[in-house]
């Protein structure tokens, strides 16, 4: 008995050490053994990091606009420091990216060791989100949602940190630091995908209510606490997002953030406006797990429109209108095309709002594997099994969240600001459409939830077993 408390006090005292070092070697041959093909999106990143990194940040402006910055200045960044390597910059990129893994991950035991979750879960988490097929493809593959990665547990922390400053009387000092930090994040996140910016405003709502309530109550200095964040952060996020726009209206003539979106949102209402049949309803229902599930029982034209493809090919006269006012008309068309079927949008909605949480796949693409891996990641039972179970325990998760915040949603702050991150991603995503890769932002999320509610369903049976 005294060898066996021995060697599991051992295992526990180099655990972490393991992890890592399996993580890192298997990280290091991933490196030298992946390609980073340049297809769809990534031919944009690639040539818009490349304008960056022989043009300056002007030609940036001038040739726009472009998609969000953040992105294509790695791809910059690596591409002058694999310069001076003398090597290819994806070999660059790949270590720049496990660099992000990697960070997430630490800022992952930092969530879940104040939420109080045990190490042995902990570790566990920690462990799957370094080898998770899908968080390594967003680190080998040259799309944007790495980047991403950090700063969401990043903006939770400090939110959850800013709520427990505010309310317990804290000096304001840490508020005012806490405050820029979190506008700068989120500066950050709407520099990687401009969706972000929409989340930031979600995000600070329920500062902006309690302030008012504060206010009614006349509680005085939480309501001055209250708008320093609410004040310091917005300058901050706002004057970072506006100088993009007029950046981009003084070099190219587009008041705009980045290349509009609005043309994805209005192939999205368009589709979601059009008559439905019940096998249209049913095929779109079955592409949640994943579209391999739909072509089971539908048919590859019927998979096809109810995938994300049918939002792409409407038919829409978005060329004909001046090139300064098709931002307003495309509004204006989503508005109008929302309101002549609210219930069909809503249905569709909800329908893509499901897709997110399957956000674990070995079939996202946009890498090249070793044959082995390769075999491995196709094989049926890893393709669809892991897609489904990984799906079925974070709704799971996210259920168990939403009904515990219920109860305690003032002790907790860090898990409610978890729940509101990915409830806010979630909703923007469901106006338009979800693919896999949409949902990997908010993947360290999703962990959080898991590995929480892992934490205390094993409380509750311990504590029964005392009782």
């Not at 070999?91 to 190490?119: E, H, Y």
């Not at 980047?147 to 800013?162: D, K, R, W």
């Not at 709502?205 to 109550?217: R, T, V």
């Not at 001055?224 to 901050?236: D, E, G, V």
Request: aromatic share 18%.
């Amino acid at each position: 008995m005294a060898k066996q408390t021995l060697s599991l006090s051992i295992l526990k005292k180099i655990s972490w050490p393991l992890i890592f070092i399996f993580c890192f070697t298997y990280w290091a041959f991933l490196i030298t053994h992946t390609t980073m093909p340049i297809q769809f999106d990534s031919i944009e990143y690639e040539n818009t990091g490349r304008i960056i990194y022989q043009n300056g940040w002007l030609d940036f402006f001038r040739t726009g606009p472009h998609r969000e910055l953040l992105y294509p200045s790695l791809i910059a960044l690596a591409m002058a420091s694999a310069k001076s390597l003398s090597v290819n910059y994806q070999l660059v990129l790949k270590i720049f990216q496990v660099a992000f893994l990697f960070s997430t991950q630490l800022l992952l035991i930092v969530v879940l060791k104040k939420i109080n979750v045990r190490d042995s879960i902990i570790k566990t988490a920690v462990f799957y989100f370094g080898i998770s097929p899908a968080t390594i493809n967003a680190a080998f593959s040259v799309y944007y949602e790495i980047v991403a990665f950090p700063f969401v547990v990043i903006a939770v922390l400090l939110l959850g940190s800013l709520w427990s400053d505010i309310h317990q009387k804290k000096e304001y000092k840490p508020i005012l630091g806490k405050a820029l930090l979190f506008g700068l994040c989120f500066s950050l996140l709407a520099y990687g995908r401009e969706v972000f910016i929409y989340v930031y405003y979600f995000l600070v709502l329920p500062f902006c209510i309690s302030a008012l309530k504060s206010l009614f109550k006349r509680h005085k200095e939480i309501f001055y606490r209250h708008i320093i964040l609410i004040i310091l952060s917005f300058a901050l996020f706002f004057s970072a997002t506006s100088y993009i726009k007029l950046m981009n209206a003084r070099y190219n003539g587009n008041p705009v953030f980045c290349k509009t979106h609005w043309g994805i949102l209005l192939g999205s209402a368009s589709k979601r406006s059009q008559p439905i049949s019940y096998r249209i309803i049913a095929s779109h229902i079955a592409t949640i797990p994943g579209n391999g599930v739909c072509r089971w029982f539908f048919s590859e034209k019927e998979c096809h429109y109810a995938d994300w493809f049918g939002s792409t090919e409407q038919d829409l006269p978005v060329s004909a209108v001046p090139k300064d006012h098709q931002e307003w008309q495309e509004a204006r068309w989503v508005l109008e095309k929302t309101l002549s079927h609210p219930f069909q949008y809503l249905f569709f909605s909800i329908v893509e709002s499901l897709k997110m949480p399957f956000w674990e796949s070995t079939q996202i693409g946009y890498v090249g594997y070793p044959e082995s891996i390769t075999k491995f990641y196709n094989h049926p039972s890893v393709r669809f099994g892991l897609r489904l179970s990984l799906g079925l325990i974070t709704i799971t998760a996210l259920l168990f969240l939403t009904f515990y915040l219920g109860r305690r949603q003032a002790k907790e702050p860090v898990l409610f600001f978890v729940w509101l991150t990915i409830m806010a991603y979630t909703f923007l995503y469901s106006l338009c459409y979800v693919v896999t890769r949409y949902a990997l932002p908010i993947a360290a999320m999703y962990m959080v939830c898991i590995a929480f509610s892992m934490e205390m369903i094993i409380r509750q049976r311990r504590l029964k077993c005392i009782l």
